[in-house]
C-alpha cells in the first residue's frame, strides 16, 4: 500500500467513524431534538471528507465535482431541515407559538391560536 | 474487495441502527432516524460509485439527496399539527 492509498484509507475511515458516531449520538440521546444534532456530523465531518476522497481517488473528474455538489446541497439542505424539525418538534410540544416582539429574539412563548 | 467496497461495507451497517430508530419509539425520534438514513444513503451511494466505478451513477445519489431531504422537510412540517 503506497502513501497515496494510505491517505485514501484514513479518509475513508474517517467517513465510517463519523457516520458510526452519528448513529451512535443520535441513538443515545433521549429528547429527539438533542438526537437530531448528530445529523451534522456525517452531513459536514463525513461529506467533507468524503470529497476529499472522491479528488484523490479520480482526480478532477466530473464524479469529483458532482460529489462537491452534493457536499454542498448536504451542507446547505441539512441546516434547513435541522431547524425545521426542531421548530416541528417545538410546535407540536407547545401548541400554537409566536416569538414575542418584545422580547431580544431568543425566546418563544406558547401563544393562544385565537388571541 | 478495494477500500472503498469496505467503507460501504462500514457504512450500510449504520443503516440498521437507523432502521431500528425508524421502526420504534416516538413519531419525533423516528422522523431524526429517518433523516440520518436520508443523509448515511447518499453518502454510500456516493462511495458505492467509485467503489465500482461506475461514475454516472453519482446522478443517483444526488437525486436520492434532493428528494429524501425534500420528503424530511414536508414531512416535519406536516408533523407540526396533523401527524
Known sequence: ?115 | MNLWLAACVGISLTLVPCAFMCLRGSSERRLVGFEMTSLLLTLLLVALTIGFGRQPFIDIALAVAIFTYSGGLIYARSMEKHL
Open chain 1, 1 to 115: 500500500m503506497n502513501a497515496h492509498e494510505m491517505f485514501e484509507a484514513i479518509l475513508l475511515a474517517g467517513i465510517v467513524a463519523s457516520c458510526w458516531i452519528g448513529v451512535f449520538g443520535m441513538l443515545r440521546m433521549r429528547n429527539p431534538t438533542e438526537a437530531l444534532h448528530y445529523l451534522s456530523l456525517p452531513a459536514s465531518f463525513g461529506s467533507t471528507l468524503l470529497v476529499i476522497a472522491v479528488f484523490v481517488h479520480t482526480g478532477s473528474s466530473l464524479a469529483a465535482w458532482m460529489t462537491l455538489f452534493i457536499c454542498l446541497v448536504l451542507l446547505s439542505i441539512n441546516s434547513v431541515v435541522t431547524y425545521a424539525t426542531a421548530r416541528a418538534f417545538r410546535t407540536r410540544e407547545k401548541g400554537y407559538w409566536r416569538l414575542l416582539a418584545s422580547t431580544d429574539g431568543a425566546e418563544f412563548v406558547p401563544h393562544e391560536r385565537n388571541s
